[in-house]
């Protein structure tokens, strides 16, 4: 019986393969409007022109940057109202996509979306030629960043830079998101190239940096946290 059967190579077109790596935190991308575009931009600028002392927000954060300011009392009533419900929405957004696309676990003090709220203060980062933001983490629940500028040139570099060119892994300007150890077969981080209009949203405790570039420009992002309302009783 058995010198019958003739095998062949057929296994080799098996559509049947599938590679699956589901594991590890979510990274939501997504695009802001044009309104919440337009008053993050016009109050960086007059943050930046008016420099004053409060909205100083450098001894907060790890970047090595030299402009970095918090929107404090800077958005009008209704501006402040168009940032939250829009920036709440993105947030409420993830978490409901993270848990009914991977079925993954909310944070303890979010039960419902409606416990999702935005934490004050917003900063701006005006990030220029060799300035760099180190490997950190955020408090909250989720955060977010929100490229307001974020020029060719800085992309460009990675491509015709002597000093990236040849690189295997060309980062001018991007920014890295790390969670774990690099192992076989397994990563430990992700890439990202910034795009005026995207936000990326992610859990607060997840390590990011962003690296320097070499070219006269401008890369203008804005961050915010999110924080969880909601209260466990004893028992429950
Ligand atoms: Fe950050």
Known sequence: ??????YTDDWQMNDTVRMYRDFG???MEATISDELYHILWSNAL???????PETDHRKFLAGNIAEEYA???QFSIEEYKRV???????????SYLAESQ???KKPHDIKEYTDIKLAKPLWVNFQKKHEWNPPHTHTGALSCVIYLKAPYDINMENGVNESNKHSNTPTAGKIQLSYGQSLPYSSNSVLHTPKEKKILMF???LEHQVFPFQSDVERVSVSCNFIGSFKMEEGE
């Open 25 to 27: 935190p979510c990274i």
């Open 71 to 73: 929107y404090v009392n």
């Open 84 to 94: 939250e419900n829009e920036l709440i929405w993105f947030a409420r957004e993830y």
């Open 102 to 104: 991977y079925g993954f």
């Open 1 to 6: 019986m058995s010198e019958h059967i003739k």
């Open 203 to 205: 859990p607060a405790w």
């Open 46 to 52: 007059k943050l930046r022109e008016q420099k004053r």
